[in-house]
């Protein structure tokens, strides 16, 4: 790959990179996560890294924020060699950092947020007063308008994800880190994050901006780092690659960026919500939804995180009893006064891919094979009505792997050791082989890399040609929109509406997430 | 990323062995402050432990005690519930072999007394679990406060029992009449004698041949059955237990009453085996100690069993030092098994950090050689 390497300087030609990393490398244990990566980024300019789920990212960013430090390689910044043992060292040289979770003290206001470990004063009067002045003029001259004394709990996301940016500037960040940021936003507000970008850039601070969204890199970068298997594999300046091309890179092989969604041809309905709710201490998760699903399609519920979509799932599934309301799955109606665990739902059909693969989808510390039957193990071909054989358990694994192409195809191994999109295969094999009629997937390809979202979604688009009826939560809008056959936005707990997938863009989804309903969309 | 460093083996033999070097370190440097000579010390505990004459039957004896209380602790483990509770769960079996015994030994055979006997120690420590268990799963209260708050109402029990209902009419301490003769478990060196075999006398008794089946028995439950599988898993996961379909309520009681059943059992090495009678405090301690051995033996039957073994030495080979050196007394001995504990249980983990480092170092040549 090293002769595809091309050096880009941006527009500073001349000058030295404000950042360059030469040969990094870090290892931890027999995982060498950074192998001679070296990177320049110019001075004033938005410079993107992209990478699968473990190409060395985090790590890399990580080292620059010195939150580990490298085995070897150098960091300069202004052509200054830097030895970081601290974050507050990273800090003191002019770099910032905006983390995927926010770090935000969630019952201060968000003037105490932005002063709290960088007190001027021992008096958090006179400290506050002192910074809300220089607050107020940083947040001028980079167009970020936040209300310092609102409490940073009941901001949108969107908004405090400002107040980090915020924060990082007041310490007076050059160089500013995003990682992953609009993960949780809608594409409105990754308009605006946009446009807070290119204000910073204009006003000469640089953006280091780790995603996966190709889409995101095509949009805002000026120049841009692929990293796989934690080698920097290309630098390219934005204007002269393509989605295409980057998704090659990633992989390291051709991609199909479209998964040839055809026509659905829906039958009857297997499975209906009325009026469902989910009040839990207090708070509605779920606001009186309604929406049905037929055999052979595909309902894809898009929402931004947290908006009752993990609920949603739980209470379909049955691991959550609802409110109020009437289910109704293949004929069998559940509701709260007769409610339905998931051994009992599961028994009328329906499986499910949950969206927390660790926590829930499979047990870490299990073998493969152990995983491979979970949520099954009454299964009487895995021994006797007691007695679980090891032999039965590793057979059943090995046909799973084989016919979902999960690697290494080695049934004895630690659940935990499978990367993650061969993880989600091995769930996705175990639920799909149960033959459901009604299957919910939630976040299928999160933390899975592109090859096996490729795969993952051409095997969600055949098990619905098969006549199954599948609920398809995600939060990336991309998916939603390339696999569903209708969608079903929700916010704050409600259905905002579904549209049918010839309606459905990212403008119009966009707006629904945001609260807007799909009625008031269209007029 | 950390837990898949080393090998198993390291955890599993190389760790242990470390701690217990450690321990022993400690305890030498100790017996050396005292004016002793630790190495003579060193031989006259393993002696006393396995070569004098009765030894290694006392050996075997307190390590019975330790297998039961080692196996209790870990199958709770496994479904990621602290177990403290072992000591008022055998008390309680040992209420239950009492209660038997000394109801039904007037009517019924010897065998059968002895065989209902096992089966009411197990469900008596089994209810001194569930009831925990059904605390913390139904309830939210801790199972670490609850079963030490057991141990404490299960030694009041005991006491209320034994120095008023249950105690030997015309006598002053506090224990049940002795059973009817033939009520026991045989002790090995008489069942030698049967055979011919001479066999020094101890107390060791057909407790310990039940001890290495129940361990076969936890092995097979934990990592054969469909409920060990289903405890694991809720012990790894609860919410991957929920999403399988489980109730981890229930799964919390049944391991909790498994594993007092467990604790229960150690009664039959100490009431059936050697008192044929229940006395107070017969427990004296081995339900704590058991949390030391399943922390050592890394919650694996096997491992339980070499932990054990090792306790048990150390309970014999520590008596002998008591006895040998005018110097050592029995607290000492008390403090030398307490460094033990606190080494390979308390701060079973404390190396780990360094035997990775120096692991990875090594491997790391390797490679850079090969």
Same mark, same amino acid.
């Given at each position: ?523 | ?10 955890? $599993?033999?190389? /760790?242990?062995?470390? =701690?217990?070097?450690? *321990? #022993?370190? &400690?305890?030498?440097? $100790?017996?050396? /402050?005292?004016?002793? =000579?630790?190495?003579? *010390? #060193?031989? &006259? ?15 075997l004896y307190?390590?019975t005690n330790?297998i039961f209380t080692?196996l209790a ?15 008022g769960q055998a008390m309680m079996g040992g209420l239950g072999v009492g209660l038997v015994a000394i109801a039904l030994d007037p009517f019924l055979p010897p065998v059968l007394v002895v065989l209902l006997g096992i089966c009411a120690a197990a469900a008596l420590g089994g209810l001194w679990g569930i ?23 299960a030694?009041?029990v005991m006491v209320w029992l034994l120095a008023g209902m249950l105690m030997n009419p015309g006598q002053?301490s506090p224990e049940t009449r002795s059973f009817a003769e033939g009520v026991g478990l045989a002790q090995l060196h008489v069942i030698a004698g049967w055979f ?5 006398r101890s107390p060791l008794n057909l407790s310990f041949p039940i001890a290495l089946m129940v361990?076969?028995a ?39 009453a498994i594993?007092g059943a467990l604790a229960g059992m150690m009664a039959l090495n100490e009431i059936l085996g050697v008192q044929g009678r229940v006395i107070l405090n017969f427990t004296s301690?081995y339900g ?83």
């Open positions: 790959m090293g002769s595809d390497t091309q050096q880009i300087t941006g527009g500073s030609a001349g000058l030295p990179p404000v950042l360059r990393l030469s040969s990094i490398n870090k290892r931890f244990g027999a995982v060498q996560a950074n192998s001679n990566v070296s990177l320049d980024v110019a001075a004033g300019t938005v410079h993107g890294i992209v990478g699968e789920n473990g190409a060395g990212k985090s790590t890399l960013v990580s080292i620059l924020y010195a939150f580990y430090t490298a085995d070897s390689g150098q960091i300069e910044i202004a052509g200054q060699p830097q030895q970081f043992k601290s974050s507050a060292d990273a800090i003191k040289a002019g770099i910032g950092m905006v983390h995927q979770h926010f770090m935000l003290v969630p019952n201060f206001t968000v003037l105490e947020n932005i002063v709290l470990g960088h007190e001027t004063s021992g008096n958090l009067a006179t400290a506050k007063s002192k910074a809300a002045g220089e607050l107020a003029a940083l947040a001028e001259k980079y167009g970020l308008d936040v209300d310092l004394d609102a409490v940073v709990q009941d901001l949108p996301v969107g908004l405090q994800q400002r107040v980090e940016i915020l924060k990082a500037l007041y310490r007076g960040a050059q160089i500013l880190i995003l990682d992953e940021p609009t993960g949780v936003l809608t594409p409105q507000e990754t308009e605006q994050l946009f446009e807070i970008l290119k204000a910073l850039r204009a006003q000469g601070v640089t953006i280091l901006l780790i995603t996966h969204k190709l889409k995101e890199i095509m949009a805002i970068t000026d120049a841009v780092s692929v990293m796989r298997g934690g080698e920097m594999v290309a630098h390219l300046a934005t204007q002269d690659t393509s989605p295409r091309q980057l998704a090659e890179l990633m992989v390291g092989r051709p991609v199909l960026l479209d998964v040839g969604y055809s026509p659905p041809t829906p039958a009857d309905i297997c499975l209906e919500a009325e009026n469902i709710s989910l009040v839990q201490a207090g708070s509605t998760k779920l606001d009186r939804l309604s929406f049905s699903v037929r055999s052979g399609e595909i309902l894809g519920v898009a929402g931004v995180s947290g908006n009752g979509q993990s609920e949603l799932l739980e209470v379909l599934s049955g691991i959550r009893p609802l409110s109020s309301g009437t289910l109704t799955i293949n004929g069998h109606a559940i509701s709260a006064d007769n409610p339905a665990g998931p051994s009992e739902i599961k028994a009328l059909g329906l499986a499910h891919v949950p969206e927390d693969r660790h926590a829930m989808g499979l047990v870490l510390p299990f073998t493969a094979a152990e995983s491979a039957v979970l949520g099954y193990e009454d299964d009487v071909q895995l021994g006797s009505a007691v007695y679980f054989s090891p032999e039965a358990l590793n057979r059943h694994c090995a046909r799973l792997m084989a016919e979902f192409d999960v690697r290494p195809a080695s049934p004895e191994l630690k659940s935990n050791l499978f990367s993650g999109g061969n993880q989600q295969k091995l769930v996705l094999a175990r639920e799909i082989s149960s033959a459901p009629n009604i299957l919910l997937v939630g976040q299928p390809t999160r933390g899975v890399d592109i090859g096996a979202i490729e795969f993952i979604h051409k095997q969600l688009l055949r098990l619905r040609d098969t006549g199954c009826a599948i609920i398809l939560v995600s939060v990336e809008l991309d998916e939603i929109l390339s696999l569903s056959d209708r969608v079903m936005v929700m916010n704050a707990g409600q259905n905002m509406g579904i549209i049918e997938r010839s309606d459905a863009s990212t403008q119009t989804v966009g707006l629904m997430m945001a609260g807007v309903t799909d009625a008031e969309v269209r007029q | 990323m950390n837990n898949a460093i080393l090998p198993r083996w390291v955890d $599993i033999f190389l /760790l242990p062995a470390i =701690n217990l070097l450690a *321990a #022993l370190c &400690v305890a030498g440097i $100790i017996i050396a /402050l005292i004016g002793e =000579n630790p190495f003579t *010390a #060193l031989v &006259v505990m393993l002696k006393g432990a396995f070569v004098y004459h009765g030894g290694l039957g006392y050996t307190y390590t330790f080692g602790v870990a199958v709770a483990f496994h479904a990621m519930l602290f177990n403290i509770g072992g000591e009831i925990p268990g059904w605390l913390q799963a139904r309830r939210g209260s801790h199972i670490v406060i609850t079963t030490i708050m057991f141990n404490f109402i030694s009041s002053m011919g075999v001479e066999m020094t361990s076969c936890v092995w097979w439950l934990i990592w054969r059955t469909r409920l060990g599988y289903i405890i694991r898993a809720t012990g790894h996961s609860e919410r991957a237990a929920i999403y399988a379909g489980h109730d981890p309520a229930r799964i919390i009681m049944i391991a909790m594993s301690g704590f100690t058991g949390i030391a051995v399943a922390l050592m033996g890394r919650n694996h039957p096997v491992g339980i069993l070499f932990a054990s073994l090792l306790f048990g030495a150390l309970y014999q080979g520590g008596a002998e030092l008591d006895f040998e050196f005018q110097s050592i007394t029995r607290e000492m001995v008390l403090m030398i098994q307490g460094l033990i504990i606190l080494f390979s249980g308390a701060l079973a983990y404390m190396f780990n950090p360094v035997i990775e480092r120096i692991y990875l170092r090594l491997t790391q040549q390797e490679q850079a050689d090969g």
